[in-house]
């Protein structure tokens, strides 16, 4: 035996298993292949979805607030777990955990009061407004 206590002789089974596994992978794909239907008509290669046949192209352009307010969404879903997992413990955890909770729910709270002052969940403002508040600030607008 070795110092870590494992016998290395004893690793044989793992790499027949992965031998194994590479094989049957192999021999799908290579059965699919030869097995398989070929199609050549046009509708065969039409992107289809949900019985409605595409109209434009696939590539659509989002704006930018699009994924900001998608990770707004990921961030407060993900705190809104933390509390309700601190809620189901409640009774077990103490004060200490009520003040830490509160403290979590507060800075929760002045993160939704800074997206709205600076008009990150406006969603009908366009790019121009940021620049109008830099103005009416006294700063100088930034260069394109």
Do not use: C
Not at 73 to 97: M, P, Q, S, T
């Amino acid at each position: 035996m070795n110092a870590s206590g494992a016998d290395p002789g004893s690793a044989w089974p793992l790499l027949v298993q992965a031998a194994f596994a590479v094989f049957l992978t192999a021999a799908i794909i290579a059965a699919s292949h030869f097995l398989g239907q070929r199609h050549r008509e046009r509708e065969t290669s039409a992107p289809y979805e949900s019985g409605v046949a595409a109209s434009g192209p696939a590539r659509l352009r989002f704006s930018v607030r699009f994924y900001l307010i998608a990770m707004f969404f990921v961030i407060f879903d993900l705190e809104a777990a933390f509390l309700y997992a601190w809620a189901a413990a409640f009774r077990g955890l103490g004060w200490k955990a009520y003040a830490g909770a509160a403290v979590l729910a507060l800075t929760l709270l002045l993160m939704v009061f800074y997206l709205v002052r600076t008009g990150a969940l406006d969603l009908a403002a366009g790019p121009e407004r940021g620049r109008n508040r830099q103005e009416a600030a006294g700063a100088p607008p930034e260069a394109s």
